[in-house]
C-alpha cells in the first residue's frame, strides 16, 4: 500500500459545480495534514492544513478522518482558476525521511474546471 | 523580496558532467529541502538539513551531494549526471513543518542529454 494515495484524475467539472477529493494514508501515527495546490509547471504551495474538527476557508473545507484514515477536500462554487493538481500530504511516514519534519506528498489529483 | 529562491531555473547539460543548484531561504527558517519531482510528477524528498545537520538522507545515490555554508543555504551538488537524473529538483524551507508545511523554491528544471 502507498504511502498517501490519490485518484490522479483528471476531474474534469463545470464551473460553479462543488467537487470533492478523497485521499488515504498508510501511517496511522501521522499528526498533521495538508493539502497543496500545484499549477503547472510552478512550485507546490499550501492551500490549507487539515485540522481534526475540520476547518474550512473561503471555499474550501478540510476534514480528517482518523478512524479511516483519509482525508478529503471539498471545493464549493468552483472557478476556472481552481484549475490545478491538489496534492494531499502528510507528515512522517516510511518514505518521508524519518526525521521530525518530513512531509510525505501523494501524487496529486488534476482538477480542471471548464467554463 | 522572493522567500525560497533557487538558481538556474533551467538547467540543460551532457550527461557525466558536474552540476550544482543553489537555494536561498530569507524566512529565517532552521530546516532547508531538497525534493526530486519526476516525470510522472511524484514528489519525493532527498535530503534536509536543519541547523547545518543532515537530519534526513533518503536513498539517493551518493552521485548527490547536499551542502549547507550556513542556514539560509542549501546547495546541491551532482557529479556524474545521468540521463535518469533529469526532474524538477525543488528546495523548501520550513520553521515547524507540522503547524506550517514547507514553503517552497519556483524548482529548477534539470535535463540530461
Known amino acids: 500500500r502507498k504511502e498517501v494515495e490519490q485518484d490522479p484524475g483528471p476531474f474534469n467539472v463545470p464551473e460553479g459545480a462543488t467537487v470533492a477529493f478523497n485521499c488515504t494514508y498508510s501511517n496511522s501515527a501521522s499528526q498533521s495534514f495538508f493539502w497543496y495546490r500545484q499549477d503547472c509547471r510552478k512550485e507546490p504551495k499550501l492551500l490549507m492544513s487539515?485540522?481534526?474538527s475540520g476547518n474550512e476557508d473561503g471555499r474550501f473545507t478540510a476534514q480528517l478522518n482518523r478512524a479511516s484514515q483519509y482525508i478529503s477536500l471539498l471545493i464549493r462554487d468552483s472557478k476556472l482558476s481552481d484549475s490545478a493538481t491538489y496534492l494531499c500530504?502528510?507528515?512522517?511516514?516510511?518514505?518521508?525521511?524519518?526525521?521530525?519534519?518530513?512531509?510525505?506528498f501523494g501524487k496529486g489529483t488534476h482538477l480542471i474546471i471548464q467554463p | 523580496d522572493t522567500a525560497v529562491s533557487q538558481t538556474p531555473k533551467y538547467l540543460v547539460t551532457q550527461m557525466g558532467n558536474d552540476k550544482s543548484i543553489k537555494c536561498e531561504q530569507n524566512?529565517?527558517?532552521?530546516?532547508m529541502y531538497w525534493y526530486k519531482q519526476d516525470s510522472k510528477k511524484f514528489l519525493k524528498i532527498m535530503f534536509s538539513y536543519n541547523n547545518k545537520e543532515l537530519i534526513i538522507n533518503e536513498t539517493v545515490p551518493n552521485r548527490f551531494s547536499p551542502k549547507s555554508p550556513d542556514k539560509a543555504h542549501l546547495n546541491l551538488h551532482i557529479n556524474s549526471l545521468e540521463l535518469g537524473d533529469s526532474a524538477v529538483y525543488f528546495c523548501?524551507?520550513?520553521?515547524?513543518?507540522?503547524?506550517?508545511?514547507?514553503?517552497f523554491g519556483s524548482g529548477t528544471r534539470l535535463t540530461v542529454v
Open positions: 500530504v502528510v507528515k512522517g511516514g516510511m518514505y518521508s525521511g524519518g526525521g521530525a519534519d518530513g512531509l510525505t
Open positions: 523548501a524551507s520550513s520553521q515547524d513543518a507540522a503547524l506550517y508545511g514547507y514553503t
Open positions: 487539515v485540522y481534526s
Open positions: 524566512l529565517g527558517h532552521d530546516t
